[in-house]
């Protein structure tokens, strides 16, 4: 029989909470896996009930760290989860790994350079570096942005897999700052699906008029993006023209990497373009 503690508690005679162990476990395999699962696949691997499996993935769901795809009857990892991670990224880990890395930067191209992480719908600016000589709009540590608007976001956005993005980004709605950006669900996939395949991305006059950003994701050790990395500069151009700033993503390829190095995870081959100048945006 149960004591009073062991009721308090929720431990059992042998020691551990077999609930939480079970819920964390369903939270390591679908962080872990490619693609969302089937709840009876869960259980399988796991080699629990069911009905335990159903009851679990229940109160994860409600605790917001696992979400539910009905439409595929299928489950992934849910935004609180995704944001636990972030959260601990923020509280000195990244920030402290990565600030060499962003100094490097900034003093190479001689702009500005910011590293953020997803807050929710947004993106938080953890750490900026600028040039000896800046000359650039700056956005400051602390300022949250629309991450589908902004640089860093869309790469994020555009490194996790698909269910973890939905699950960000909900249904909207989608704010504009200024009239430029994708301003519904359909457009902001369209934008972050272009740039996935390109393999970084851009904003141009879509957070302040008359700058522009590229920015690339920051994966780590399990090789989902955790964060981005972003340079701002003057950039003119009405309508927008779509230009591309290789060389420039190059160079934000270069940093990305090796944070990501120093985060313990593998970084992406190294481009040949990153031995090159950087030409002046214009």
């Known amino acids: 029989m149960a004591s009073a503690n062991e009721h308090e508690t929720g431990r059992t005679e042998a020691g551990g909470v077999p609930g939480l162990r079970r819920g964390l476990a369903i939270l390591r395999l679908l962080a872990t896996s490619p693609e969302p699962l089937p709840a009876a696949t869960i259980a399988a691997r796991l080699g629990l ?6 009851h679990l993935l229940a109160e994860l769901h409600d605790a917001g760290v696992v979400a539910h ?17 972030a959260a601990y990224l923020r509280h000195d ?5 990565a600030a060499p890395a962003l100094t490097r ?22 750490v900026r570096a600028r040039p000896p000589r800046p000359s650039t709009l700056v ?3 602390g300022v949250r942005l629309p991450a589908h ?12 897999e698909l269910p973890q993005r939905r699950a960000v980004l909900g249904a ?13 669900l359909r457009a902001v996939n369209a934008t972050l699906d272009a740039d996935r395949r390109r393999g970084w991305s851009i904003e141009d006059g879509e957070v ?30 009405d309508p927008p023209c779509g230009s591309t700033f290789d060389q420039l993503a190059a160079q934000v390829a270069r940093a990305t990497r090796e944070i990501t190095r120093r985060l313990g995870g593998t970084p992406a081959p190294v481009l040949a373009s990153d031995a090159r100048g950087v030409p002046a945006p214009g």
């Open 93 to 97: 880990p990244l920030e402290r790994l």
């Open 69 to 85: 795809l009905p439409e595929r009857r299928r489950w992934a990892v849910g935004l609180a989860a995704f944001e636990i991670g």
């Open 139 to 141: 956005t400051a540590v």
């Open 208 to 237: 302040s008029q008359g700058f522009a950003s590229v920015a690339h994701a920051v994966p780590g050790p399990e090789g989902t993006a955790v964060a981005g990395v972003s340079v701002t500069f003057p950039h003119h151009c």
């Open 105 to 126: 930067l900034a003093g190479r191209i001689a702009l500005d350079v910011h590293l953020g992480v997803l807050h929710g719908r947004e993106l938080l600016y953890l």
């Open 49 to 54: 009930p069911r009905s335990s499996t159903y």
């Open 172 to 184: 909207g709605p989608f704010p504009r700052r200024t009239e430029r950006g994708p301003a519904t």
């Open 149 to 160: 608007l902004t640089a860093s976001g869309r790469a994020i956005l555009a490194g996790i």
